[in-house]
């Protein structure tokens, strides 16, 4: 829910240190959509305007903010220059560029890298097929795990009690699966614990996690887990279609492309490839 302007108190915003608000308010700037306005990134935050101006003018002064027409605001390019710089120096985007752009080839759909930001899936790197059409998901887009393809393929290759973490149960060492709050994006979206763990145990088992329909009307989704040297999710890779373009069947034929093209990048950062399971139509391995 969008929070409304200057209705917090001081003596609530004094709850947050400084450095909090830095970082609520460039989260807002960066959001798609922008440039945005002050009063946005204050709805968005919920800090007073003149907190968020003050943020703002020190974020210009060092290059991470730019003033835009009509009194909004932009990243700036020190921040670009820096997320550039990151993105750039990242050995699992360096192997999974080539990994994304022949699936795409392979496919024929968008092809995308995302890792984990505590309860949510970031989208880092996109590989994008000429269409008259383009998909919501771009870099620096961001879903809940349990609504979106590489989000659940992540989960499937967490430890059980860590996926309940980043699900939000409240006890991780015994997670009360009807305590999780999980809030429905689409008439689709896996609100039902006791359906997202089929989904996830589905997962784990066959390689690759499909979103069906969970974060966006007409979408689907197919995306398996990157491992690193440890056996760890560091990541997800995966494609996204419309539904009459990416349908049952496709994804039948699509879903071990992807889960290999994961297992590619994961080999090359030392992860030890693991046995494939045989699932039958009820979930369970043969």
Do not use: W
């Not at 145990?201 to 499909?210: F, I, Q, S």
Request: charged share 25%; glycine share 10%; hydrophobic share 40%.
């Amino acid at each position: 829910m969008v929070k409304a302007v200057n209705t917090r108190s001081v003596d609530q915003e004094l709850v947050k240190g400084p450095v909090d608000k830095a970082m609520e308010v460039l989260d807002a700037l960066v959001r798609p959509g922008g440039p945005h306005r002050l009063g946005e990134i204050a709805r968005r935050t919920g800090l007073t305007k003149p907190t968020v101006h003050r943020h703002l003018r020190t974020m210009a002064e060092y290059g991470f903010a730019e003033p835009a027409e009509g009194g909004s605001y932009r990243p700036g390019p020190r921040l670009l220059g820096l997320a550039a710089a990151a993105l750039s120096d990242s050995r699992v985007l360096e192997l999974g560029r080539p990994v994304l752009a022949d699936l795409r080839r392979r496919t024929g759909h968008v092809a995308f890298y995302a890792v984990r930001h505590a309860s949510e899936a970031v989208y880092l790197e996109q590989s994008e097929p000429a269409r008259e059409y383009r998909m919501s998901t771009r870099p620096g887009h961001r879903s809940p795990l349990y609504a979106c393809g590489v989000g659940l393929a992540m989960l499937s290759a967490l430890p059980p009690e860590e996926a309940a973490a980043a699900l939000g149960a409240p006890d991780p060492a015994g997670p009360d699966p009807d305590a999780l709050d999980l809030e429905a994006r689409t008439p689709h979206t896996l609100t039902d614990p006791a359906a997202l763990r089929a989904v996830l145990a589905r997962a784990a088992l066959c390689g690759y996690a499909v979103d069906d329909e969970y974060d966006e009307p007409d979408v689907r989704s197919v995306a398996a887990p990157v491992l690193d040297a440890e056996g760890r999710a560091v990541g997800a890779l995966g494609i996204s279609g419309l539904t009459f373009t990416l349908d049952s069947e496709s994804v039948e034929v699509f879903g071990p492309m992807v889960r290999a093209a994961a297992r590619t990048v994961s080999a090359a950062l030392g992860a030890r490839t693991p046995a494939l399971g045989v699932v039958d139509a009820g979930g369970e391995r043969a």
